[in-house]
């Protein structure tokens, strides 16, 4: 499996961004994926997940509202759709995939075994 993140840049603050995460394996009916993010000398966080089967999606309390994550079965791929963008959004944004999806451990990192290469996204004030 390969993760493919694109759509990072450079955004005023205010304005809207949509990353995008191609999944190049099979995914199955217990497949989920998510989005991270990590800034420099802090922890990569949580910020959404989405079952593959049921379409189900889960964001960090602290972002609901503004980010939302979505999936096209299709292509294979998982948005992120960001809008109000806050210059402390700024950060390196991970997409992340597993086969074993749970909702009990979806906000944690060490539940996904697949990982995209990260796409840069900086918010300017």
């Known amino acids: 499996v390969q993760l493919q993140a694109s759509g990072g840049g450079l955004v005023q603050a205010g304005g809207s961004l949509r990353l995008s995460c191609a999944h190049s394996?099979?995914?199955?009916?217990?497949?989920?994926m998510a989005w991270f993010r990590q800034t420099p000398g802090k922890e990569r966080e949580f910020v959404a997940a989405i079952s593959w089967y049921s379409g189900s999606t889960y964001s960090a309390e602290s972002l609901k509202g503004r980010f939302t994550i979505s999936r096209d079965n299709a292509k294979n791929t998982v948005y992120l759709q960001m809008n109000s963008l806050r210059p402390d959004d700024t950060a390196v944004y991970y997409c992340?995939?597993?086969?074993?999806?749970?909702?009990?451990?979806?906000?944690?990192?060490?539940?996904?075994?697949?990982w995209g290469q990260g796409t840069l996204v900086t918010v300017s004030s």
């Open positions: 394996g099979r995914t199955f009916s217990s497949t989920g």
């Open positions: 992340a995939a597993d086969d074993t999806f749970s909702r009990l451990t979806m906000n944690s990192r060490a539940a996904y075994g697949y």
